[in-house]
């Protein structure tokens, strides 16, 4: 009976219960993280290590990204701001779209190709060189031992990285239409900080940052853990990990804007 | 099948026969659909997931490639199974290590990474970390695999030594029959997941059992046919049966 239905439906419905399992596993995954996260914190140091790897490793494309986004905002925001007469509202205006928007968005996508394909690539590999299993025979937990403290490592990188990149941001917006345009440095600053809100701006970016660092690590480790023992299997895996953060903080960024800042 | 203490024995089969299957459902890594497996008589199905890293304290097992830690050194992967269950100083674990490195013959290696390392020199770091613990139990998945005639002899001459010195019980899933059939006490074939042969290393040799025969003799075809099945050739080439 099962013959008789067309390709595409059987393609759909293949893929639809492949989805469905590899939803389950995931949970399954994260669950074990969750519980076997104890030794991340008794023994910090392998926290501290896996932070290291995430975070500090990722700094300078971080500090160059920033700087970057920072200069083109300034000078995008001057041009159109002075049509206006407004060109000293240029601070508030740098500042709000990279606290609220592309500082943790940004930092995020950054985090998922740097330091999110890195650790799919090294838990695929330890996979595929069978380094997980001879962790397991030696009765260490590669749970305990390796994948949570890579979970909390990637999960307290993230916010940090994201403030880095919107202050590195708002030092270019400065450095472009301060030090180079010549618009007011007290205007600049004073505007910013009259419109910037603690609450409503920099800790729902905060939290915007907290919830992308862990989609993204968890994303991340899953398909490495996940990964078939293959080269091809482990390059496989490394895409999807990008693709599949990309559109997590996409889309994860369109429903915490909506609650956080619209009203919904 | 049966591991009795102190002894040295060998499954051995063609690919896909089953074996490292046997390894890892000894190990807790696999559960059996049916049957039981047992160690030092307690049933591994029924172990928690406490008690089962708690029997894995007591075994050790080298795998096919090594699988060192190649983020590590030679000394801290052998270390790294003393730092991770046991609290000696670390003068002590280095003492340890350095004795486990000389059984093996590469105390001298200890600052080298795994990369730097020979297929030969991997597999007996491995070694060395694997008995890093003292372990009753000794599982050796193909430890001859892709090594010269060399490093053949000290693998197999090392476990042979190594297990009798620790007083531990070695299993060994090799297709090597020429170096396992001098080291071991017992030998078991497995063709299709099942037990074909067994017997001592003598009985081996001499057994007119066809698959253990083509087996140990390394004929090219017999009760392991050489053609994969297919089709008649001429009705394959087109010019009938």
């Known amino acids: ?256 804007t909506a609650f956080m800042f619209t009203g919904v | 099948m049966a591991f009795p203490r102190g002894k040295v024995i060998a499954i051995m089969g063609g690919s896909g026969t089953g074996k490292t299957t046997v390894l890892r459902l000894i190990g807790g890594q696999l559960k059996p659909d049916g049957g039981e497996v047992r160690v030092d008589a307690n049933p591994v199905r029924d172990m928690s997931h406490a008690e089962l890293y708690a029997m894995r304290r007591k075994m050790g097992m080298l795998f096919q490639f090594g699988a060192l830690f190649t983020d590590l050194s030679v000394f801290d992967n052998v270390a790294f199974p003393l730092r991770e269950h046991t609290r000696l100083p670390e003068s002590m674990i280095r003492d340890l290590v350095l004795m486990k490195l000389n059984a093996v013959g590469l105390r001298g290696a200890q600052a080298l990474k795994p990369a730097e390392l020979s297929g030969g020199m991997a597999r007996r770091v491995a070694l060395a970390r694997a008995i890093a613990l003292d372990p009753m139990l000794i599982m050796y998945d193909e430890p001859f695999t892709g090594l010269d005639p060399i490093s053949v002899g000290i693998i197999g001459n090392l476990i042979r030594r190594l297990n009798d010195a620790l007083g531990a019980t070695s299993i060994i899933v090799t297709h090597d029959v020429q170096e396992s059939l001098k080291i071991e006490d017992y030998v078991y074939f497995l063709s299709g997941g099942h037990v074909v042969a067994e017997g001592t290393p003598q009985q081996v040799i001499q057994t007119t059992e066809p698959f253990v025969h083509q087996f140990v003799h390394g004929e090219a075809d017999g009760p392991v046919p050489f053609h994969y099945g297919a089709p008649a050739f001429g009705e394959d080439l087109g010019i009938g049966r």
């Not at chain 1, 890195?118 to 590669?142: N, R, W």
């Not at chain 1, 701006?201 to 023992?229: H, Q």
């Open chain 1, 1 to 256: 009976m099962l013959r008789a239905l067309p390709g595409g439906l059987r393609l759909v419905g293949r893929r639809t219960i492949n989805a469905v399992w590899r939803l389950g596993s995931a949970s399954r995954f994260m669950g074990l993280v969750m519980l076997r996260s104890g030794l991340s914190f008794r023994r910090f140091h392998l926290t501290i290590d896996e932070l290291h790897f995430a975070g500090v490793l990722s700094l300078i494309i971080i500090i160059v990204s920033g700087l970057f986004v920072g200069l083109v905002l300034g000078l995008q925001g001057y041009e159109t701001l002075k049509r206006y007469g407004s060109a000293e509202a240029v601070g508030t205006l740098v500042a709000l779209a990279l606290v609220r928007e592309l500082g943790p968005v940004v930092a995020a996508l950054l985090f998922a190709s740097r330091a999110g394909s890195a650790m799919t690539a090294e838990l695929g590999i330890m996979k595929s060189t069978e380094q997980l299993s001879a962790m397991e025979m030696m009765a260490v937990d590669p749970f305990a031992r390796v994948i949570s403290p890579m979970f909390w490592g990637g999960f307290l990188s993230m916010p940090l990285l994201a403030a880095i990149f919107s202050v590195m941001g708002i030092f270019g917006g400065y450095l472009i239409t301060v030090v180079i345009i010549g618009v007011d440095s007290g205007a600049f600053w004073s505007q910013m900080q009259s419109s910037v809100d603690l609450r409503d701006d920099i800790v729902n970016g905060v939290i915007k940052s907290v919830v992308f660092g862990a989609a993204v690590t968890a994303i991340a480790l899953f398909e490495g853990y996940d990964a078939p023992p293959t080269a091809e299997g482990v390059s496989h895996a490394v895409t999807r990990t990008v693709v599949t953060s990309a559109l997590a903080v996409l889309a994860l960024d369109f429903v915490l």
